[in-house]
């Protein structure tokens, strides 16, 4: 079964240090999402890819958060400098259409904790 | 702005009591309500998704249904293994100016005793 491989599982990071996190969609699929979710809270959209164009990044702090799909396949996700509020689980997720209404498809997550 | 409430926040059930959980929402535009399953410390995963009111969808012991302004999912004689986090989120707006986003609502956490 396709599934969406992020990595690492688990990140420990200090505070100011930089940190990256890396995405595999599943194949064909041509909308990647990248979400944080806080402990007992929904995930919140950072940002949204269509191929390699970001097409929704209102949520994304971009002063220091950054985020690239180059060949749109996978992508990375950086936060340079990590500060202790970005302790979370980081969620990529992907749809297979280009528009539309499909759902999307989850990966495990990357626990970031920052100290 | 989309908003997605989901309560109670905590549901505790004996194995084979049934029992549901509600989504309530505000949305321009519904193009999605969607449910996910969340295991502890592992990403959310799909269960069902519901585009118009009166739709109805099934998986084993989970049935849910939609009306103009809520979502209910319907949890018949549950198991201990069904225990887990259940996530509503809602896609709404026009595809130009919201793109394809979830809005989710923070979860209902639901415990089977055996």
């Known amino acids: 079964e396709a599934e969406v491989a992020q990595s690492p599982r688990y990140k420990i990071t200090e505070k100011s240090q930089a940190v990256a996190f890396w995405c595999d969609p599943i194949s064909g699929h041509a909308t990647l999402y990248w979400y944080r979710q806080i402990l007992g809270q929904g995930p919140e959209l950072l940002v949204q890819f269509q191929d390699e164009s970001v097409v929704d990044d209102s949520q994304l702090p971009k002063d220091r958060f950054s985020a690239e799909r180059l060949k749109g396949v996978d992508s990375t996700l950086k936060i340079q400098p990590a500060e202790l509020g970005d302790s979370a689980m980081y969620l990529c997720a992907s749809s297979p259409a280009p528009r539309g209404n499909t759902e999307a498809f989850f990966g495990q997550g990357t626990r970031l904790t920052v100290v | 702005e989309d908003q997605v409430t989901q309560s109670p926040e905590a549901l505790r059930l004996q194995e084979g009591e049934s029992s549901s959980l509600n989504c309530s929402y505000t949305?321009?535009?519904?193009?999605?309500l969607f449910w996910y399953r969340q295991d502890p410390g592992k990403g959310p995963e799909f269960l069902f998704t519901l585009y118009s009111a009166g739709e109805e969808k099934e998986k084993e012991r989970l049935k849910a249904t939609l009306t103009k302004k809520e979502s209910f999912l319907h949890i018949t004689a549950p198991k201990p293994e069904d225990s887990a986090t259940y996530l509503c989120a809602v896609r709404g707006g026009r595809e130009e100016t919201s793109g394809s986003r979830l809005t989710f609502g923070e979860g209902t956490q639901l415990t089977v005793n055996p």
């Open positions: 949305v321009s535009g519904l193009r999605g």
